[in-house]
């Protein structure tokens, strides 16, 4: 047994290969991760009865067949994420942004808010509960619906399922008002549908050029960029800028940076402001 799932070695050429693809169609840089591939998709190869990195890649790139694609993708990066995540963030989004925009929207009463790179969905429901905790009563006169979208169909349909292990520092009062704990798991927790229904997931590439009808006033893109070379994450920015209401926020992770750029001023840690 240990034998048969012994990791394959992947040629230089087929290296080259798998990192060009990768690179020009989901902006990802894997040109340092050789150890990482062989590692990670070894044995899901040989499960699907490829004998070598070769013949898989042939069939990949000549099919583009959307669950190898998939398989890839989600053996390659890392889908981890939880509720509160860097909770400054939020601190910030709810004492600074959501006043200044309850004040710009007074009048259409819409916000428009884009979780990019979702993944299993934790983010976006966070912001949606952090939204009706900062409306409260007035929730239902405002169009707050959050735009969230991943790559990956495997975690989207997690985040549409709604079901987690709330983690043990999440506020008891949010666990009663905001999730259905399952009769059968006391550890099991749903998402509850008014929060659920704030939240629209859809799959998105963000190499893809951003056409959405509104402009945002804020995107979270956190722990996304860490996987892009410079050039992707200029290009990214930038589209993000375009896409972008006036005075929008963009909110990346501790560990990422935007460099220098002349697009946003930094606003607090890994908060931006459009300029």
Request: charge should be positive; charged fraction near 25%; hydrophobic fraction near 40%.
């Amino acid at each position: 047994m240990e034998m048969l799932f012994r990791d394959m070695t992947i040629t230089d050429a087929d290296f080259q290969r798998l990192v060009q693809f990768i690179h020009q169609n989901y902006g990802i840089d894997l040109s340092k991760k050789r150890q990482l591939i062989t590692s990670r998709l070894s044995h899901s190869l040989k499960m699907k009865g490829y004998q070598d990195f070769k013949s898989f890649l042939e069939h990949l790139f000549t099919t583009k067949d959307p669950q190898d694609l998939e398989l890839v993708l989600n053996k390659l990066t890392t889908n981890y994420t939880y509720f509160l995540r860097e909770k400054e963030h939020f601190t910030y989004l709810q004492k600074t942004v959501f006043p200044e925009l309850e004040r710009r929207h007074q009048r259409d009463k819409v916000l428009s808010i884009w979780s990019a790179g979702c993944s299993s969905g934790e983010e976006p429901y966070t912001l949606s509960i952090y939204l009706k905790e900062y409306f409260g009563a007035q929730a239902a006169q405002w169009d707050t619906r959050i735009l969230a979208t991943d790559i990956s169909h495997q975690a989207l349909a997690k985040a549409k399922a709604a079901v987690y292990q709330p983690p043990a520092d999440m506020p008891s009062d949010w666990l009663r008002r905001y999730f259905v704990q399952d009769k059968n798991d006391a550890r099991a927790y749903t998402v509850a549908q008014p929060i659920r229904d704030n939240v629209i997931f859809r799959t998105f590439n963000l190499m893809d050029p951003i056409t959405f009808r509104l402009k945002f006033d804020v995107i979270f893109c956190r722990n996304v960029m860490i996987y892009f070379d410079q050039d992707t994450r200029n290009g990214l920015i930038r589209r993000f800028y375009d896409a972008m209401a006036p005075n929008g926020y963009l909110f990346i992770s501790h560990s990422e940076s935007l460099g220098k750029t002349p697009l946003f001023q930094m606003m607090a840690p890994a908060v931006y402001r459009k300029k």
